[in-house]
């Protein structure tokens, strides 16, 4: 059974870091994509950044340059590294996978399985 456990998020200031921490297990397939997504009350759910077992990545614009999606396959952990956080940014993150695929997506029907999100607070 795949299972998804996000950690490190927390409150802090605009223009601070984070590293994201999303510890997989139960993976059946050596192929597949995963993402990270974040969520805000009453918002819908959006695709941040994902990447595929080749390393190809994929990001939201409004991201880009500032975030970084990254996997350590011996780990089975993926990260995402967030700097220059800005209030826009907070938000409920979760960690997402999809077996058996190629080329990562950013969109919410492109993964099965979520983990249950960590917090990001970000204060101007």
């Known amino acids: 059974q795949v299972q998804l456990v996000e950690s490190g998020g927390g409150s802090l200031q605009a223009g601070g870091s984070l590293r994201l921490s999303c510890a997989a297990s139960?993976?059946?397939?050596?192929?597949?994509?995963m993402g990270w997504f974040r969520q805000t009350p009453g918002k819908a759910r959006e695709g941040v950044a994902a990447i595929d077992t080749a390393g190809y990545t994929t990001y939201a614009d409004s991201v880009k340059g500032r975030f970084t999606i990254s996997r350590d396959k011996s780990k089975n952990t993926l990260y995402l590294q967030v700097n220059s956080l800005k209030p826009e940014d907070t938000a409920m993150y979760y960690c997402?996978?999809?077996?058996?695929?190629?080329?990562?997506?950013?969109?919410?029907?492109?993964?099965?399985?979520w983990g249950l999100g960590t917090q990001v607070t970000v204060s101007s």
């Open positions: 139960g993976f059946t397939s050596t192929r597949y994509i």
């Open positions: 997402a996978a999809e077996l058996y695929r190629c080329s990562p997506g950013l969109g919410t029907d492109d993964y099965t399985y």
